[in-house]
């Protein structure tokens, strides 16, 4: 008989429960006494539905007030010792490695300078989580890190599930895995000499979980679908016959990506089962099902955890026949990966359109479809005749909808020519034509786009769509919004400006809700990190814009000054990439859909008077397979969309991009191929590192490295910018330098907005008469 079992589950409840329980929390109105039972109430609820499920185990260990490997930080003893710790409370600890520990200006430390509690120390660092929209908190290795086993919160979960009846599967994240989404914060320091310190405290924890009962234990291990160095790999099979000594019975769990070349090393380690991704990887699982041993278990994720289109039955059973067949050994089945990625049910969206909510699934549906799949394998498809009955109409009506498939769609697609993705001249022409249109001084000052979004344009944006206030009415409000922005940005002396983005609720749900082959839910919510919740829109059909949907703002701040004003818009990657997007036909068709939906408003804007266009494409990097082997087609694919959607303007009309927070070195040619004729990067937090890359490169287009970072309500001085341009004019010529922030602005408040572009356009003043006199006979 079949298993079914999943490796986690949505962790925020289906209210968000969790997020507003956390902020309560951290604003002192509940102790933690009462955010521990709000956690134990929502772990025991989504066990239940576990259970409700037919699921033969519920998997305790994937709950985490914050972030899984923060827990693991705590569980295992490594906490990095510049937070200098005493005597805090466990959860307290937690919290502030994860947030941050404020100086007495309220200011969180700065990374590049004393981090002692008294001047504030810095949180731990947060990336992405493989090449999900998910946020982890970054573990931190030097050689005087120890481990040891320092929190029985993973136990005492276990003895809660016990206690409420339930079988348990706990899932640790894997010691290689720990070892390698850590960063060494020493120089000259490897962090995989830690390896033979950090096993025996997995031996203890895995022998405690076996003393308490558990018979199997999920460990995650995804960097085996990473390129691995020989070290590592030839690390796991040493590693596991040390764990296999005094464990319960283990399941390897891989996900995201490919084994590949790691396909043999996988399924002849020391383990009791396998776990792989055959969503991702579905053309692995007949090797897997040849060299993984009968006696151990195979696992299949056969659902997808990382997106919400309802399976199609007949396509899962085709997938899973001839393994079910071919393995001798036990057969379960579950979701690819983790359920964390999509939002927990349906039953909260009421008012999402009937038609398109009958091809979604969620966490909950996804565990039902689970249920029903297995009866089906089993032979007892008559048991579940009505759903898989229910479940094909829905594939069919999807895939036959004309509400997906659009001809005018493909058609225009078809009619693509090799020289849609190139502007009309080389950069060094355009350059010329721009500087004379646009008369800017050197290192100009502008902004990346957004402003503070005040209480009273969130409260004029949510009466309006309550119907509280009229289109008119709305309008009125955010032109004042908007003319309020122009006039400070003015006062201030910036060179070129933005309209402040006061209409706008989100950079991709604002595009969304105006372009066709889109649908919003109400309640669709992921965590993105700790309490930070994100909804992302669903690309259910092919995209076309119908109408301008930025012309009219842009337009009207325009009309307020005689300076160059900014359109700004969302690039096709990074709508793609923070959206659930279609799995019916290749993600690059789709982004192409959305590249020239975008180049449509590129060419109105400028019809409209509006000379220099920002196309934001900050999730480039996050679209990047996990396997090298993908990259050059990926990265192709991405530039061609983004030279798509900006290509179709005059010499004279300067095009910009945004990118922020990630590592470019290795991506500089494919950002080049881009062809913006500015770029603008995050580059404060780095201290101008991030920069030297792109002087090495000798990067040809204009650049604006960040000068301040903007997620810190601290207000930099005029001379830590004078400082950090000095050194982005020692590696990329002067006269290609912009001077910006490292991001929007929206989350700011206005007061120390205003003092930090102050201090930004003094910088540039100052800098400017250096180079004056530099230049001077």
Same mark, same amino acid.
């Given at each position: 008989?079949?298993?079914?079992?999943?490796?986690?589950?949505?962790?925020?409840?289906?209210?968000?429960?969790?997020?507003?329980?956390?902020?309560?929390?951290?604003?002192?109105?509940?102790?933690?006494?009462?955010?521990?039972?709000?956690?134990?109430?929502?772990?025991?609820?989504?066990?239940?539905?576990?259970?409700?499920?037919?699921?033969?185990?519920?998997?305790?260990?994937?709950?985490?007030?914050?972030?899984?490997?923060?827990?693991?930080?705590?569980?295992?003893?490594?906490?990095?010792?510049?937070?200098?710790?005493?005597?805090?409370?466990?959860?307290?600890?937690?919290?502030?490695?994860?947030?941050?520990?404020?100086?007495?200006?309220?200011?969180?430390?700065?990374?590049?300078?004393?981090?002692?509690?008294?001047?504030?120390?810095?949180?731990?660092?947060?990336?992405?989580?493989?090449?999900?929209?998910?946020?982890?908190?970054?573990?931190?290795?030097?050689?005087?890190?120890?481990?040891?086993?320092?929190?029985?919160?993973?136990?005492?979960?276990?003895?809660?599930?016990?206690?409420?009846?339930?079988?348990?599967?706990?899932? /640790?994240?894997?010691?290689?895995?720990?070892?390698?989404?850590?960063?060494?914060?020493?120089?000259?320091?490897?962090?995989?000499?830690?390896?033979?310190?950090?096993?025996?405290?997995?031996?203890?924890?895995?022998?405690?979980?076996?003393?308490?009962?558990?018979?199997?234990?999920?460990?995650?291990?995804?960097?085996?679908?990473?390129?691995?160095?020989?070290?590592?790999?030839?690390?796991?099979?040493?590693?596991?016959?040390?764990?296999?000594?005094?464990?319960?019975?283990?399941?390897?769990?891989?996900?995201?990506?490919?084994?590949?070349?790691?396909?043999?090393?996988?399924?002849?380690?020391?383990?009791?089962?396998?776990?792989?991704?055959?969503?991702?990887?579905?053309?692995?699982?007949?090797?897997?099902?040849?060299?993984?041993?009968?006696?151990?278990?195979?696992?299949?994720?056969?659902?997808?955890?990382?997106?919400?289109?309802?399976?199609?039955?007949?396509?899962?059973?085709?997938?899973?026949?001839?393994?079910?067949?071919?393995?001798?050994?036990?057969?379960?089945?579950?979701?690819?990966?983790?359920?964390?990625?999509?939002?927990?049910?349906?039953?909260?969206?009421?008012?999402?359109?009937?038609?398109?909510?009958?091809?979604?699934?969620?966490?909950?549906?996804?565990?039902?479809?689970?249920?029903?799949?297995?009866?089906?394998?089993?032979?007892?498809?008559?048991?579940?005749?009505?759903?898989?009955?229910?479940?094909?109409?829905?594939?069919?009506?999807?895939?036959?909808?004309?509400?997906?498939?659009?001809?005018?769609?493909?058609?225009?697609?078809?009619?693509? /020519?090799?020289?849609?993705?190139?502007?009309?001249?080389?950069?060094?022409?355009?350059?010329?034509?721009?500087?004379?249109?646009?008369?800017?001084?050197?290192?100009?000052?502008?902004?990346?786009?957004?402003?503070?979004?005040?209480?009273?344009?969130?409260?004029?944006?949510?009466?309006?769509?309550?119907?509280?206030?009229?289109?008119?009415?709305?309008?009125?409000?955010?032109?004042?919004?908007?003319?309020?922005?122009?006039?400070?940005?003015?006062?201030?002396?910036?060179?070129?400006?933005?309209?402040?983005?006061?209409?706008?609720?989100?950079?991709?749900?604002?595009?969304?809700?105006?372009?066709?082959?889109?649908?919003?839910?109400?309640?669709?919510?992921?965590?993105?990190?700790?309490?930070?919740?994100?909804?992302?829109?669903?690309?259910?059909?092919?995209?076309?814009?119908?109408?301008?949907?930025?012309?009219?703002?842009?337009?009207?701040?325009?009309? /307020?000054?005689?300076?160059?004003?900014?359109?700004?818009?969302?690039?096709?990657?990074?709508?793609?990439?923070?959206?659930?997007?279609?799995?019916?036909?290749?993600?690059?068709?789709?982004?192409?859909?959305?590249?020239?939906?975008?180049?449509?408003?590129?060419?109105?804007?400028?019809?409209?008077?509006?000379?220099?266009?920002?196309?934001?494409?900050?999730?480039?990097?996050?679209?990047?397979?996990?396997?090298?082997?993908?990259?050059?087609?990926? /990265?192709?694919?991405?530039?061609?969309?983004?030279?798509?959607?900006?290509?179709?303007?005059?010499?004279?009309?300067?095009?910009?991009?945004?990118?922020?927070?990630?590592?470019?070195?290795?991506?500089?040619?494919?950002?080049?191929?881009?062809?913006?004729?500015?770029?603008?990067?995050?580059?404060?937090?780095?201290?101008?590192?991030?920069?030297?890359?792109?002087?090495?490169?000798?990067?040809?287009?204009?650049?604006?490295?960040?000068?301040?970072?903007?997620?810190?309500?601290?207000?930099?001085?005029?001379?830590?910018?004078?400082?950090?341009?000095?050194?982005?004019?020692?590696?990329?010529?002067?006269?290609?330098?912009?001077?910006?922030?490292?991001?929007?602005?929206?989350?700011?408040?206005?007061?120390?907005?205003?003092?930090?572009?102050?201090?930004?356009?003094?910088?540039?003043?100052?800098?400017?008469?250096?180079?004056?006199?530099?230049?001077?006979?």
């Amino acid at each position: 008989m079949t298993r079914t079992h999943t490796l986690g589950f949505p962790r925020i409840g289906a209210h968000r429960e969790l997020k507003f329980a956390l902020e309560k929390h951290w604003r002192g109105e509940i102790d933690a006494a009462s955010l521990e039972a709000v956690g134990a109430d929502l772990r025991a609820r989504h066990w239940q539905a576990q259970r409700d499920a037919g699921l033969d185990f519920v998997t305790v260990g994937d709950f985490a007030f914050y972030d899984h490997v923060a827990n693991h930080i705590q569980l295992l003893g490594c906490e990095p010792a510049r937070f200098d710790f005493a005597a805090e409370p466990e959860l307290a600890r937690y919290f502030t490695m994860a947030r941050g520990v404020a100086d007495e200006a309220g200011q969180e430390g700065c990374a590049h300078g004393d981090h002692g509690h008294s001047h504030g120390t810095y949180a731990l660092e947060m990336t992405k989580w493989f090449d999900t929209n998910y946020h982890y908190l970054v573990p931190e290795f030097t050689a005087s890190t120890r481990f040891g086993l320092n929190s029985v919160r993973l136990f005492n979960e276990v003895a809660q599930a016990q206690k409420l009846g339930h079988k348990v599967k706990a899932v /640790l994240l894997g010691p290689l895995s720990f070892l390698w989404l850590g960063k060494e914060k020493q120089a000259g320091f490897d962090r995989f000499s830690l390896l033979d310190a950090l096993l025996p405290v997995y031996e203890q924890v895995l022998a405690r979980l076996k003393a308490l009962g558990v018979e199997w234990v999920q460990v995650d291990e995804p960097i085996l679908g990473l390129d691995l160095p020989d070290a590592w790999r030839n690390a796991f099979e040493r590693s596991y016959w040390q764990l296999a000594r005094s464990a319960p019975k283990l399941l390897l769990a891989t996900y995201f990506s490919p084994l590949a070349d790691n396909l043999r090393l996988a399924c002849q380690l020391p383990v009791a089962g396998l776990h792989v991704d055959a969503v991702r990887a579905p053309d692995e699982l007949t090797g897997v099902a040849d060299w993984l041993p009968a006696h151990k278990v195979l696992s299949v994720g056969i659902v997808d955890g990382r997106n919400i289109w309802r399976a199609d039955p007949d396509a899962a059973l085709q997938r899973l026949q001839p393994v079910a067949d071919k393995h001798k050994g036990e057969l379960w089945i579950a979701p690819s990966c983790s359920l964390l990625h999509v939002p927990f049910s349906l039953g909260a969206e009421t008012k999402l359109d009937t038609e398109i909510k009958s091809w979604l699934a969620f966490a909950v549906e996804k565990l039902d479809e689970l249920r029903v799949l297995r009866a089906a394998l089993d032979g007892d498809g008559a048991s579940v005749e009505t759903e898989l009955a229910a479940a094909r109409k829905a594939a069919a009506a999807r895939r036959g909808s004309p509400r997906v498939h659009r001809a005018d769609v493909a058609l225009r697609l078809a009619r693509t /020519l090799a020289s849609d993705d190139r502007r009309v001249s080389g950069f060094a022409q355009r350059q010329v034509e721009q500087r004379a249109r646009f008369a800017l001084p050197p290192l100009p000052t502008t902004t990346i786009g957004s402003f503070p979004q005040t209480a009273a344009i969130r409260a004029a944006r949510a009466a309006f769509r309550r119907g509280e206030l009229d289109a008119g009415g709305y309008r009125e409000k955010m032109q004042a919004e908007i003319a309020l922005a122009v006039r400070k940005q003015e006062e201030l002396g910036i060179d070129v400006l933005v309209h402040g983005e006061a209409e706008r609720n989100d950079m991709v749900e604002y595009f969304g809700e105006q372009l066709d082959g889109f649908v919003f839910t109400a309640n669709g919510w992921v965590q993105s990190y700790g309490s930070r919740c994100v909804k992302p829109p669903v690309i259910f059909g092919d995209v076309a814009r119908p109408k301008p949907m930025t012309v009219e703002w842009t337009a009207y701040a325009q009309s /307020l000054t005689r300076l160059p004003m900014k359109g700004m818009l969302t690039g096709p990657i990074t709508i793609l990439q923070w959206s659930f997007v279609r799995d019916d036909q290749p993600r690059s068709v789709t982004t192409e859909q959305i590249a020239w939906a975008i180049r449509d408003e590129v060419v109105d804007l400028e019809k409209a008077g509006i000379g220099i266009i920002q196309i934001d494409e900050p999730a480039i990097r996050e679209g990047l397979p996990l396997r090298r082997a993908g990259w050059k087609n990926y /990265l192709e694919g991405a530039t061609r969309s983004f030279r798509i959607s900006a290509s179709g303007v005059a010499d004279r009309t300067q095009i910009h991009t945004h990118m922020c927070y990630s590592e470019f070195n290795d991506i500089l040619p494919e950002i080049a191929a881009m062809d913006a004729d500015v770029i603008t990067i995050e580059t404060s937090r780095s201290d101008m590192e991030l920069l030297r890359g792109f002087g090495d490169f000798k990067y040809p287009n204009e650049i604006g490295p960040g000068v301040y970072d903007i997620h810190s309500p601290r207000v930099p001085t005029t001379e830590e910018m004078v400082r950090l341009m000095r050194k982005a004019a020692a590696v990329v010529p002067p006269v290609n330098l912009w001077v910006n922030p490292d991001c929007g602005l929206k989350t700011r408040g206005w007061p120390e907005t205003e003092a930090a572009l102050a201090n930004m356009v003094e910088a540039a003043r100052v800098l400017r008469g250096e180079l004056a006199r530099v230049a001077a006979p």
